[in-house]
């Protein structure tokens, strides 16, 4: 290169160096990246698996510790009678992600496959089968969900937990914990239901927590949002000795023991999360919320390791039953400085109305199809309550011939005083006075007869359940 063409870039960039310079003491600001827009908050989706609704210190548990979740539900509001859709997880998490109930998501999903077999032709019906498995076990990345709403307000997702769709792609998160699974891995059988459930996204908390740590530390210049939800207090009960030690001499079962210790390193788990973000500048602008994903029972007393199915599940009011117990969570929304602390509301709320308030604070439009509802009003102190009724269906019951649940087609309702339950397979109904009778143990449906026609009908409305009378 010439002297003459070295003396032409140095002039260059002496040049530009001063335009910046000069501009600089204009109020001309030059903005070399795009900075996170601090009117938006991160959110943190905080998810308990099996964790039951009763089993928090701040539920009135104190022999369970959770001092974590105990100043998490004191530094927002906490809504004690919320609700989950299904009494097992994979649905209660669509519904996280869509806002939809199960039954509209599945409907959904069994029309886009009958429209793509409408134009496909198989070598044989073994492929055909083949090709329906495969689309639902990908169906999710044909939904508008929650990450790809948030996305276009600029913010970033982080998969990290039990995930069921697949892959973290298929949700829309940008990054992820859970990659996928072959034919190979599904021909093992136990092994693979292990990646079907979320893969290395479970080591999540159990094991490490350094893929979140990873993700805040490399997107604080923008929005994100973290789906938080490790496989705790889920089965196994192998909690580290420093959780179970808590507990080991307590006047407990040993399978409530061994439960209670889960639920203690659960709580760990958010504590270093809420932690690192402290550490990090962002828990001031971080939103957080709770739920469950499905209900759980283990009470002080009663002890399950003996029983297979029901240490795997809980006692008989818990995950895969019809009880008030098995959808029951609480909800917390908290945000420094934007929601009060300390509040405690008895308002009904859905786990589907989850998304639909995220989407609400960042001034997103609810879609009309979702079933959630904002309650963005209730947090902030307008309203006392949205909805004066939730109804469920279930299709899975718990079964002692399979872990996993039998087919049932079963239907529940909560009212402000009533938990009502209608399994049309077995003809049977309960009534429970779940303000008296939190645990259901006494059934009302013989003495309180008038109100069994009116809920089968109201909820034979709301399902479009045209052959009540045969049922």
């Known amino acids: 290169m010439t002297g003459i063409r070295i003396t032409e870039l140095v002039l260059m960039a002496v040049g530009l160096a001063l335009l910046i310079y000069f501009l600089s003491g204009s109020n001309v600001i ?7 827009d601090k009117s938006l908050p991160n959110i943190v989706l905080i998810i308990g698996d099996d964790q039951g609704y009763p089993y928090f210190g701040f539920m009135g548990a104190d022999y369970v510790k959770t001092p974590n979740m105990d100043i998490l539900a004191k530094s927002g509001i906490l809504f004690t009678q919320g609700y989950v859709p299904e009494n097992h997880c994979r649905p209660s998490l669509q519904t996280l992600m869509t806002g939809t109930l199960p039954s509209d998501y599945n409907r959904r999903v069994d029309e886009m496959l009958t429209e793509k077999l409408a134009v496909m032709r198989f070598a044989s019906k073994e492929d055909e089968q083949k090709y329906k498995t495969d689309f639902r076990h990908h169906a999710m990345q044909h939904f508008k969900t929650l990450p790809k709403y948030l996305s276009e307000r600029g913010y970033v997702s982080f998969q990290g937990g039990k995930w069921w769709e697949f892959n973290y792609q298929n949700g829309g998160f940008t990054y992820g914990m859970t990659t996928g699974w072959t034919e190979e891995d599904r021909a093992k059988g136990g092994k693979w239901f292990k990646k079907f459930m979320g893969g290395t996204g479970l080591e999540l908390a159990r094991a490490t927590m350094q893929p979140a740590y990873d993700f805040i530390e490399n997107h604080k210049d923008k929005p994100f949002f973290i789906w938080y939800a490790p496989e705790l207090p889920h089965y196994p009960f192998n909690a580290p000795e420093k959780y179970y030690s808590i507990y080991k001499d307590s006047d407990m079962s040993e399978s409530a023991r061994r439960y209670y210790a889960n ?21 001031d602008n971080t939103m957080f919320i709770y739920v469950n994903d499905n209900g759980w029972e283990q009470e002080p007393h009663q002890e399950f390791r003996h029983d297979s199915l029901r240490w795997h599940n809980g006692g008989d009011k818990g995950k895969l039953s019809v009880f008030d117990q098995s959808f029951r969570t609480p909800i917390i929304f908290s945000w420094k400085g934007r929601i009060g602390s300390g509040k405690v509301s008895t308002a009904l709320m859905h786990s589907a109305d989850i998304p639909a308030t995220i989407l609400d604070f960042l001034g997103i439009s609810i879609p009309d199809h979702f079933y959630g509802r904002s309650y963005k009003t209730v947090i902030e102190g307008h309203d006392e309550k949205v909805r004066s009724v939730i109804m469920g269906h279930c299709t899975q019951i718990r079964s002692e011939d399979d872990m996993m649940g039998e087919k049932t087609d079963a239907y529940w309702l909560r009212d402000s005083l009533y938990f009502f339950k209608w399994n049309r397979t077995e003809d049977t109904v309960g009534l429970f006075n779940v303000l008296e009778d939190p645990r259901c143990m006494l059934d009302m449906s013989k003495t309180k007869s008038e109100l069994i026609d009116t809920y089968k009908s109201r909820i034979s409305v709301f399902f479009n359940l045209h052959d009540i009378n045969s049922k």
């Open 263 to 283: 639920c203690t390193w659960f709580d760990d788990g958010v504590g270093a999360l809420l932690d690192y973000l402290k550490e990090q500048g962002e828990f």
């Open 30 to 36: 030059v903005k070399t990246q795009n900075p996170q």
